[in-house]
């Protein structure tokens, strides 16, 4: 545990971040989840609509450094990609 006054504020300071990035992180996650779903029930509208609210979680995450900006990029590239080959079926 830390002693000195400045480790014991970056140890508070951590715990803040850890739980705000656990939050985006979770939130990108569902948003993802439900594309996914809306993609295996063959439902475009709802897999369309999913993915563009799903974009602006998934690139949110990445601006505030919760995650890499190409993991970001990865994500949305292979549920776009779904998406495209979905409707082309």
Avoid: C, P
Wanted: avoid cysteine; hydrophobic fraction near 35%; aromatic fraction near 2%.
């Amino acid at each position: 545990m830390a002693t000195h006054k400045s480790a014991m504020k970056r140890a508070r300071q951590n715990e803040v971040r850890r739980l705000r990035n656990k939050n985006y992180r979770t939130r990108s996650k569902n948003v993802i989840k439900e594309v996914r779903t809306a993609i295996a029930d063959n439902s475009a509208d709802q897999a369309r609509e999913s993915f563009k609210h799903s974009v602006s979680v998934i690139q949110k995450s990445a601006s505030k450094g919760v995650i890499h900006k190409n993991t970001a990029a990865r994500k949305i590239s292979r549920l776009s990609r779904r998406i495209n080959q979905l409707t082309a079926s």
